[in-house]
């Protein structure tokens, strides 16, 4: 039984005990007056609790954030002093006669080393300047591309409006950090995590609502899944994430295929998940939740055991995170095993 439906029982219980007993009316209205005002202090003392709870959740990890980052100042200083105390003090009369660097003890090999690495240097600049080349040079085709698009679409509406030349206006949607999401998913050969968010709570709203239809399509395995096309895919995606449950018992005793998920979707699709949410309910990024989350993971751990280590820091939105985070989780594991993700 619910909490309302328990306050409105109590409610009635007592309305007819007022009914039933010699009060006044005054004082009757009294009575339910004062037990109002009691809920509506309940409320608001719960309220500040979990306010409390939240505010002091975020300001430990601010000073830790604080903390580590005064540390890694100091540390970085304390090595640059130390470089510099030893350039300030050295003798080339004491180097040679303990022979202790390389330089001192075999010339010859030092030399070596150093052109080796010279070279190495080179190399890895070269690769940065090339990276950083290539990156510019996608970024002005996807540019030129959507200003392209942007054209093409604005030349259609003319045409639309153009009564000389009259024709079916062809569907088109602009959006840039689609494309970019779209590019993304080809590269890595699986959704990205904006688009499996986005296709899961379509689905969790699906089901608070009316369940859509879906045809459809029978397949256990990779093999299963081969010479599909990208709309059947896209079909199979949808009734996968409308298969996983969105309540906390039907997640619970789903059996995550934990063979497929490896370190790629980990690092690369659930933990800026985990990041993203627990700025969202923080306000600022704890590293350490993200790291108990990605370890509990690793471990293959359980939901309800990631839910209770979360729960100091995060209250009752530890809860929340896990049901998202188990729900993605599924839908990478299932739609390796399924061969939807290549």
Same mark, same amino acid.
Do not use: C
């Given at each position: 039984?619910?909490?309302?439906?328990?306050?409105?029982?109590?409610?009635?219980?007592?309305?007819?005990?007022?009914?039933?007993?010699?009060?006044?009316?005054?004082?009757?209205?009294?009575?339910?007056?004062?037990?109002?005002?009691?809920?509506?202090?309940?409320?608001?003392?719960?309220?500040?609790? &979990?306010?409390? $709870?939240?505010?002091?959740?975020?300001?430990? =990890?601010?000073?830790? @954030? *604080? %903390? !580590? #980052?005064?540390?890694?100042?100091?540390?970085?200083?304390?090595?640059?002093?130390?470089?510099?105390?030893?350039?300030?003090?050295?003798?080339?009369?004491?180097?040679?006669?303990?022979?202790?660097?390389?330089?001192?003890?075999?010339?010859?090999?030092?030399?070596?080393?150093?052109?080796?690495?010279?070279? &190495?240097?080179? $190399?890895?600049?070269?690769?940065?300047?090339? =990276?950083?080349?290539? @990156? *510019? %040079? !996608? #970024?002005?085709?996807?540019?030129?591309?959507?200003?392209?698009?942007?054209?093409?679409?604005?030349?259609?509406?003319?045409?639309?409006?153009?009564?000389?030349?009259?024709?079916?206006?062809?569907?088109?949607?602009?959006?840039?950090?689609?494309?970019?999401?779209?590019?993304?998913?080809?590269?890595?050969? &699986?959704?990205?995590?904006?688009?499996?968010?986005?296709?899961?709570?379509?689905?969790? @709203?699906?089901?608070?609502?009316?369940?859509?239809?879906?045809?459809?399509?029978?397949?256990?395995?990779?093999?299963?899944?081969?010479?599909?096309?990208?709309?059947?895919?896209?079909?199979?995606?949808?009734?996968?994430?409308?298969?996983?449950?969105?309540?906390?018992?039907?997640?619970?005793?789903?059996?995550?295929?934990?063979?497929?998920?490896?370190?790629?979707?980990?690092?690369?699709?659930?933990?800026?998940?985990? @990041?993203?949410?627990?700025?969202?309910?923080?306000?600022?990024?704890?590293?350490?939740?993200?790291?108990?989350?990605?370890?509990?993971?690793?471990?293959?751990?359980?939901?309800?055991?990631?839910?209770?280590?979360?729960?100091?820091?995060?209250?009752?939105?530890?809860?929340?995170?896990?049901?998202?985070?188990?729900?993605?989780?599924?839908?990478?594991?299932?739609?390796?095993?399924?061969?939807?993700?290549?």
């Amino acid at each position: 039984m619910g909490v309302v439906s328990m306050v409105q029982g109590a409610a009635g219980m007592i309305d007819k005990e007022d009914e039933d007993s010699d009060a006044s009316d005054e004082e009757i209205e009294r009575r339910k007056t004062e037990r109002k005002e009691a809920e509506l202090e309940k409320l608001y003392q719960d309220q500040k609790r &979990r306010w409390l $709870n939240r505010e002091r959740s975020r300001t430990a =990890a601010v000073e830790r @954030e *604080k %903390a !580590r #980052d005064k540390e890694e100042q100091a540390q970085k200083e304390a090595e640059k002093e130390a470089v510099a105390k030893r350039l300030r003090e050295w003798n080339d009369d004491v180097e040679t006669s303990r022979k202790a660097e390389e330089y001192y003890l075999d010339r010859s090999t030092w030399i070596r080393n150093r052109a080796t690495f010279r070279s &190495r240097e080179a $190399n890895m600049d070269d690769m940065d300047r090339n =990276a950083e080349d290539k @990156e *510019k %040079a !996608r #970024d002005a085709q996807q540019k030129e591309q959507a200003r392209g698009m942007a054209d093409d679409f604005l030349n259609r509406q003319a045409a639309e409006l153009d009564i000389k030349a009259p024709r079916e206006p062809q569907r088109f949607k602009l959006s840039l950090g689609a494309a970019a999401q779209k590019a993304q998913a080809a590269a890595t050969g &699986r959704r990205t995590v904006a688009e499996v968010e986005g296709l899961l709570e379509d689905e969790e @709203e699906a089901d608070n609502s009316a369940k859509r239809t879906l045809i459809p399509i029978k397949f256990d395995n990779a093999a299963d899944a081969m010479g599909l096309t990208e709309e059947e895919r896209a079909q199979a995606a949808r009734q996968l994430a409308a298969d996983i449950p969105s309540d906390k018992e039907g997640l619970w005793k789903w059996p995550v295929k934990w063979e497929f998920v490896d370190e790629t979707v980990l690092s690369e699709q659930l933990k800026p998940f985990v @990041e993203k949410k627990i700025m969202e309910y923080l306000g600022v990024q704890e590293q350490m939740l993200v790291e108990v989350a990605e370890d509990h993971i690793r471990k293959r751990g359980e939901p309800q055991a990631l839910v209770e280590e979360l729960e100091g820091a995060l209250d009752e939105e530890a809860e929340i995170l896990v049901k998202k985070l188990w729900r993605m989780i599924i839908f990478f594991s299932e739609s390796e095993k399924r061969g939807l993700s290549a």
